[in-house]
């Protein structure tokens, strides 16, 4: 019993084999007729022969098989000549299952494309033997459903191709043994969330393909730890909501496909984790505007995708921190009719700009630095050929002039769409052509623009004028607020001592009651030196001598009879009954001003004079006293 059961492989062998010598012809001496085969290089290529089943007769040494498309439906132990192989192909095939097995001497084997059959589901020990596997291809099957111990034996796999098949979730722990795995592909299958319970087992994971599935919303724990996710590709779900946390803890992310959602509006909280995005893909989202700062934080994107996003416009500063932006695209968003000036002009290293098919009726070279670009397409916008456009013109005809220039303009399809040029390319018109035509309704608002403006300022001008007359005309009050004079009072008696032949306390600033705030009975009326002391701020006079009346005209050398006698009437101080306490000031505000333009009076007119005066007289002029008034 146990002879029969181990001679059985063998027959199943020996069986395989005369089926397949049958129904082959030979060729060689090692490869069939329908088969290439290179030696030299240990391959075998059998693709396209209508092989039903697995070829035993090639050269047990091979390394690379290529069984694709044929209509092979079960492999039956046909690998168990073939214990060097490396690579084997067998997409496009009608394989129902892999079996049992069936690799179990595949030791070396490092690619399996079993793409393009109807596989249903991978048994648990369908993968046995295939210790060395790092790619392995299942895209494009009908798996339902997997077995959570299926990749057990798998543990250098590194490219995982399940995409194009019918899963709905995935088993917990199915990823459990995949450490070095870097490349993911689940897109095209039903997928209702992110398998979470997996990813989290797969931290060297570098690229992740997820679109195509019935994903509604990232939620902050859909996207565990993943330091060296690079591309996550979500396009084509039903995606909504997208939490601020999602993409928080994927910090080396530059590549983020968003593409065919139902977003209807920029994730900017999101987004702004991903300091390292480079490329950004949100067309064909209803996200209707863009608003400023909408990709905030994103320094290094380079590429952005905004291709049919429905939107109506955008603010100004929507991408003021997108710097480094090489590429946008803003194709098929036919509600948009502005660009605000200089939307894109911060970004300096911009060389690519398509704006095709918008509804965009001008366009401004401060939109977009113009010099570094190399590709701009603005076709199929209902353009106005006036003189806003003579700089495209100026693009256009440079560069078709210039064939070695770099930018690349689609002129074949940018198409007037104006009342005078309507249907005609901007490039077959004529540069006189392109001037701007006024319309009288905008000629008569400027008009009266300019003539209120007018209005305006002569009215202020009048306005001024008047004010600077009436400075001018403005009268000095012609009171003095102190008289101060030196001179013969017969009313005032005082007492003295002269000195020297020219007494010169006669000039200087007397002290009483009516110069100083001072009371009574602080006044000594019989010292001279009380009467006449020196101000504190004496300086050198610089002053002009006036005349008074006749009695100061006689020659001040007659003054030198008085000496050593009483002299009356001299050196007294009038004070005006009209003036108020208030404006009697002390002696220091006659000699102790420093400003020297004050204001003098005669005793018996009312004319102003300008009088430089500075201070009490050290050295007099021998001619004439001098009066002060202040």
């Not at 214990?83 to 084997?109: A, K, P, R, V, W």
């Amino acid at each position: 019993m146990a002879t029969r059961s181990n001679l059985f492989p063998a027959l199943s062998i020996v069986l395989l084999l005369s089926m397949t010598i049958t129904t082959i012809e030979t060729s060689g001496d090692l490869c069939p007729a329908v088969c290439k085969c290179e030696d030299e290089f240990l391959r075998a290529s059998c693709a396209y022969a209508n092989l039903e089943v697995v070829p035993i007769q090639l050269n047990p040494e091979i390394h690379h098989l290529d069984l694709s498309i044929n209509r092979i439906t079960s492999l039956n132990l046909g690998f168990g000549f073939y214990n060097n192989l490396e690579s084997l192909d067998l997409s496009y095939n009608i394989l129902h299952t892999l079996g049992s097995d069936n690799f179990l001497l595949q030791t070396h084997m490092e690619i399996l494309n079993v793409s393009n059959n109807n596989l249903r589901t991978i048994g648990r020990n369908s993968l046995r033997g295939l210790e060395s596997l790092r790619i392995f291809d299942l895209n494009n099957n009908n798996i339902t459903e997997m077995d959570s111990t299926t990749f057990r034996h798998t543990s250098e796999l590194e490219d995982l191709n399940l995409s194009g098949n019918s899963l709905t979730s995935l088993p917990n722990d199915l990823f459990k043994n995949l450490h070095k795995i870097r490349n993911l592909k689940l897109n095209r299958n039903s997928l209702l969330e992110v398998p979470a319970n997996n990813l989290h087992l797969v931290p060297s994971l570098e690229n992740l393909e997820l679109s195509d599935n019935l994903i509604q919303e990232i939620s902050h724990d859909s996207l565990p730890t993943l330091r060296s996710l690079m591309s996550l590709n979500l396009a084509n779900n039903l995606i909504q909501i997208i939490n601020e946390e999602a993409f928080q803890r994927l910090p080396a992310l530059v590549y983020l496909n968003l593409e065919g959602n139902n977003l209807t509006y920029v994730p900017t909280s999101a987004l702004s984790h991903l300091s390292l995005l480079s490329n950004l893909i949100l067309s064909r989202n209803p996200l209707e505007r863009l608003d400023n700062l909408a990709f905030r934080n994103l320094f290094e994107l380079k590429t952005i995708d905004l291709r049919e996003c429905t939107i109506l416009y955008i603010k100004s500063r929507a991408f003021a921190d997108n710097v480094n932006l090489e590429k946008i695209f803003l194709d098929g968003n036919h509600d948009l009719r502005h660009l605000p000036s200089r939307i894109l002009y911060s970004a300096r290293y911009l060389t690519t700009v398509s704006l095709r098919h918008c509804n965009l009726s001008s366009l401004e070279p401060t939109h977009f630095p113009v010099d570094g670009l190399n590709l701009l397409q603005i076709g199929g916008n209902p353009l106005i050929c006036n003189c806003s456009l003579h700089w495209l013109w100026n693009v256009i005809h440079t560069t078709e002039e210039n064939n070695g220039s770099k930018l690349v303009v689609d002129r074949g399809e940018i198409v007037c769409a104006d009342d005078v040029f309507n249907g005609k390319l901007l490039m077959n018109l004529t540069e006189s052509s392109l001037r701007c035509r006024l319309s009288s309704l905008y000629l008569s608002l400027l008009a009266a623009g300019c003539l209120t403006a007018a209005a305006i300022i002569l009215i202020l001008a009048g306005y001024i004028t008047r004010n600077n007359r009436r400075k001018k005309t403005f009268n000095r009050p012609t009171r003095p607020e102190l008289l101060v004079y030196v001179g013969l009072n017969e009313d005032v008696p005082k007492r003295t001592l002269v000195h020297s032949p020219i007494n010169l306390d006669l000039y200087r600033s007397p002290l009483s009651s009516s110069s100083r705030r001072v009371s009574n009975t602080q006044r000594s009326s019989n010292n001279h030196n009380d009467m006449f002391s020196a101000s504190f701020y004496q300086t050198q006079p610089n002053n002009r001598d006036l005349t008074l009346d006749d009695t100061f005209n006689e020659p001040i050398e007659n003054l030198n009879r008085y000496r050593n006698s009483d002299l009356e009437n001299l050196g007294a101080v009038n004070n005006d009954p009209n003036l108020q306490k208030s404006e009697v000031y002390d002696n220091s505000s006659v000699y102790g001003v420093q400003n020297s333009n004050v204001r003098c009076q005669k005793s018996t007119t009312d004319s102003d004079y300008e009088y430089e005066y500075y201070s009490s007289p050290m050295v007099l002029s021998a001619q004439k006293p001098h009066i002060v008034f202040v």
